[in-house]
């Protein structure tokens, strides 16, 4: 008799590229009611030439203004919302995907929706004139929220002059100045089929969708692979950047370089965040809320690019207080190097897997989980070898880890609200 629970527990995933180039990854989950779908492409503020900053996300927004089968954009939305689904996109640093997430029997003209949104979108100028105007509100309303934007300046610190440095969004001034032409000519040197991923996951058939996609993305074009250029975090010493603002609190970012996507040490640097600072029982949400009461928010977390990463500290405090906080958060930065222990390590190990493991009962998590390997990897990573490389870091490479990463040198600072240069407050050594 065959275990039901352990069934579920396998994963069928299945991947297949079509003769252009375009690539289909699958994973059923028969049990499912749901289907979730996402259109991947290798695209996104990275790959975007001086001049033209924010077009990526330009185009992102346009696509949804219209297509040659559903020219009226609400029709567009409402073809999945009308089923209790969700429909949207993001554009990140590397990547913009296209997602929704509906009933499983709705598959078939969900895919097809999504398709075309990317192989026959109108991009009317009239459109663009309009989303143009919606994007610079969207730029706007960062430099609205003190916290937003200290992590905008935080960027501008540690990258500066790079695509990394600078909003996906773009700014008013580059936003203003992309044209209908180089809009166009952008998306059809970008999105060709081999820079384009499918990822679908529920109560399906892989034969099924493979023979479906096949027609519809016959139009799509094989191009070059897209590519941007590396970044490399130049050491120099510790840099703050402040903004004033006559607020109440006072928004702190903290940052240092941190690893690549596939570096060995990303799991590792991850847990040793993790312990820093998610979630209520970290060491800073204890220090600097609970036994200190200088902050209602406080946490930190990691990104990862193909070519570098980022560490990220926040915290929102009394106005008169930051420059303590900031000393006493580079104090846990010190204390976390040597002051480590196993019990500590284990329970970030269990936060990881039990929330991969929940997200995994999720289409949605699914789908994009599998969407997001293929695009920044080209391969794909099963979940038990995921937390197999996870299980696998020890209490060594935490505290190694927390020595190499958390340097002087490398630290910056940016604040938003009542700021002044913060001198050497910080007190690493």
């Given at each position: 008799m065959t275990n039901s629970k352990e069934d579920k527990l396998?994963?069928?995933?299945?991947?297949?590229?079509?003769?252009?180039?375009?690539?289909?990854?699958?994973?059923?989950?028969?049990?499912?009611?749901?289907?979730?779908?996402?259109?991947?492409?290798?695209?996104?503020?990275?790959?975007?030439?001086?001049?033209?900053?924010?077009?990526?996300?330009?185009?992102?927004?346009?696509?949804?203004?219209?297509?040659?089968?559903?020219?009226?954009?609400?029709?567009?939305?409402?073809?999945?919302?009308?089923?209790?689904?969700?429909?949207?996109?993001?554009?990140?640093?590397e990547t913009t995907a296209y997602w929704c997430r509906t009933l499983a029997e709705k598959t078939q003209e969900s895919i097809q929706l999504l398709l075309q949104l990317i192989t026959e979108p109108l991009l009317r100028p009239a459109d663009?004139?309009?989303?143009?105007?919606?994007?610079?509100?969207?730029?706007n309303s960062v430099s609205d929220y003190p916290n937003s934007r200290a992590e905008v300046m935080l960027d501008e610190l540690m990258w500066p002059g790079t695509s990394l440095g600078r909003d996906i969004a773009g700014t008013i001034e580059s936003?203003?100045?992309?044209?209908?032409?180089?809009?166009?000519?952008?998306?059809?040197?970008?999105?060709?089929s081999n820079n384009l991923v499918i990822s679908v996951a529920g109560k399906l058939n892989h034969d099924e969708i493979?023979?479906?996609?096949?027609?519809?993305a016959e139009s799509l074009n094989y191009g070059e692979a897209n590519t941007f250029n590396n970044v490399n975090y130049v050491k120099n010493k510790s840099r703050f950047m402040g903004e004033e603002r006559r607020v109440e609190q006072s928004h702190i970012s903290i940052g240092f370089p941190g690893t690549s996507r596939c570096h060995e040490l990303r799991h590792a640097l991850d847990l040793l965040v993790a312990m820093l600072g998610e979630g209520m029982s970290s060491r800073l949400f204890q220090e600097i809320r609970e036994k200190r009461g200088l902050a209602y928010d406080i946490g930190a977390g990691t990104s990862h690019h193909t070519d570098t990463g980022t560490i990220d500290i926040y915290?929102?405090?009394?106005?008169?207080?930051y420059e303590k906080t900031i000393y006493l958060i580079s104090k846990e930065l010190q204390k976390i190097k040597t002051d480590t222990y196993i019990e500590e390590l284990d329970k970030v190990k269990s936060l990881f897997t039990g929330r991969l493991k929940l997200n995994m009962e999720d289409t949605r998590s699914v789908a994009n989980w599998n969407c997001n390997q293929?695009?920044?990897?080209?391969?794909?990573?099963?979940?038990?070898?995921?937390?197999?490389?996870?299980?696998?870091?020890?209490l060594e490479d935490i505290r190694n880890v927390a020595s190499e990463y958390f340097l002087e040198e490398n630290m910056n600072?940016?604040?938003?609200?009542?700021?002044?240069?913060?001198?050497d407050l910080w007190g690493i050594k």
């Open positions: 396998k994963r069928n995933v299945q991947t297949d590229t079509l003769v252009n180039g375009l690539t289909i990854i699958t994973e059923e989950i028969p049990y499912a009611a749901s289907i979730a779908i996402n259109v991947g492409v290798r695209c996104g503020s990275r790959h975007e030439p001086p001049g033209l900053e924010g077009i990526a996300h330009l185009i992102e927004h346009m696509l949804f203004k219209g297509t040659e089968s559903i020219p009226d954009p609400s029709k567009i939305s409402e073809t999945i919302e009308i089923n209790g689904g969700s429909l949207n996109a993001v554009t990140d640093y663009i004139e309009l989303e143009r105007q919606v994007i610079i509100e969207e730029i936003v203003s100045k992309i044209s209908h032409e180089s809009l166009v000519e952008f998306m059809q040197n970008k999105y060709s493979i023979d479906f996609v096949q027609p519809l915290a929102a405090v009394d106005k008169k207080k293929m695009l920044n990897e080209n391969r794909f990573q099963s979940t038990k070898n995921y937390l197999r490389d996870l299980a696998s870091v020890s600072i940016a604040v938003v609200g009542p700021a002044e240069s913060c001198h």
